[in-house]
């Protein structure tokens, strides 16, 4: 009878979640989708992580900035899944020193769903499936543990799955994990460590697609929206250009376009006064971190990102402008691309901060 209930439960806030809905991101038309998923996880661990749903609600009804909101769908996923996970993990049986499998089963398919499976238009069902099979495996391989679990979700977030190629990278995982236990690696458990993990991951669900592609980018100072050029062209090889500097600007925006196949450190321009070089790692590939570009690209996350996050869910990308200083005192400036860029390949000024 028990199960019924739950499944019950999680139709229930499904329904009242469906007719929550205020705003239009693939994240708020989903909130049905992630209240089933947290009432499953209290189903799991503790019948007080149902707070969860009517939080949800709240955060809808209540949050109008975008942003805000979903870091609010964010925080409350990261405490459900976090909680399921350690709640399992302190109750398991004592005889015979595991958890039970629902812990393994539902925490690990609730973490892996929310993160890849949103918006549900983009995804691969079959791969998306082999993935999940995969993550179980890896689990059970290393002992069920709070441990297991983070490194199970973490393979399968950070696998594109396009191109289909993709997908021998969790089955080396799965691999390596089974000759690391045959050849007697102990069971690890890292409760609190993995469980930081796993919340770090989770609170930034509505944008799993840059966890998976960009993970840096979290990690540095949120800075407000500035204002980006419009109609600047884009600067193909010697081709240059003289821009007034604005006042209180310390700092250039620049990105590249078909430069995705470069590696850090390759030449893109010149900002003059002052001879300062513009690379690969300064700036990249305006699209490089799209889910259908990504695997084929060279380029690493501008060492200060300052590109835009477009879109949502696992399709979630960030645009490849980085931050470059300017030269002190300068009232104009004159970008130069390089000289050695390729055929379709420029370096573009996006703006001032």
């Known amino acids: 009878m028990k199960p ?13 979640c469906h007719f929550a809905v205020l705003h239009g991101t693939p994240i708020d038309r989903a909130l049905p989708f992630v209240a089933a998923v947290v009432t499953l996880l209290a189903a799991a661990s503790s019948a007080e992580l149902m707070l969860g749903v009517p939080l949800l609600i709240v955060a809808e009804l209540a949050i109008a900035d975008e942003t805000t909101r979903l870091l609010a769908f964010g925080a409350i996923v990261a405490a459900a899944v976090t909680v399921c996970c ?8 004592r005889r015979q020193d595991s958890p039970r499998f629902r812990f393994v089963a539902i925490t690990t398919c609730g973490a892996v769903l929310l ?10 069902p079959g791969r998306e499936l082999f993935l999940l099979l995969i993550a179980g495996a890896l689990v059970l391989v290393l002992g069920r543990t709070p441990f297991a679990v983070t ?9 594109p799955a396009v191109p289909l190629r993709t997908l021998v990278f969790p089955l080396l995982i799965l691999i390596a994990a089974v000759l690391a236990r045959m050849f007697g690696m102990r069971r690890l458990t890292l409760a609190w460590p993995s469980a930081i993990v796993l919340a770090f991951v989770m609170l930034f669900f509505p944008w799993s697609g840059v966890v998976a592609r960009g993970l840096p980018y979290f990690l540095h100072r949120a800075r407000p929206a500035v204002q980006r050029f ?36 390759t030449p893109l321009g010149r900002v003059e006064p002052g001879g300062l070089a513009l690379r690969i790692g300064d700036a990249a590939d305006w699209g490089y971190m799209r889910r259908d570009h990504f695997y084929g690209a060279h380029n690493p996350l501008p060492r200060d990102p300052a590109g835009k996050i477009r879109g949502y869910g696992y399709t979630a990308w960030l645009d490849g402008a980085g931050r470059v200083a300017l030269p002190r005192g300068a009232r104009t400036i004159r970008v130069t691309a390089d000289a050695a860029l390729p055929a379709g390949a420029s370096l573009q000024v996006e703006g001032f901060e």
């Open 4 to 16: 019924f209930i739950w499944v019950l439960a999680a139709t229930l806030s499904a329904y009242a």
């Open 86 to 93: 350690q709640l399992q993990w302190t109750a398991r049986d």
């Open 115 to 124: 993160l890849r499976w949103l918006p549900f238009q983009d995804v691969h």
């Open 151 to 159: 490194v199970a979700v973490l393979t399968v977030l950070v696998t």
């Open 230 to 265: 419009e109609g600047v062209p884009a600067l193909p090889a010697r081709a240059s250009l003289t821009l007034e500097v604005p006042a209180g600007a310390t700092s250039l925006i620049v990105s590249g376009a078909n430069v995705a196949k470069m590696r850090r450190g």
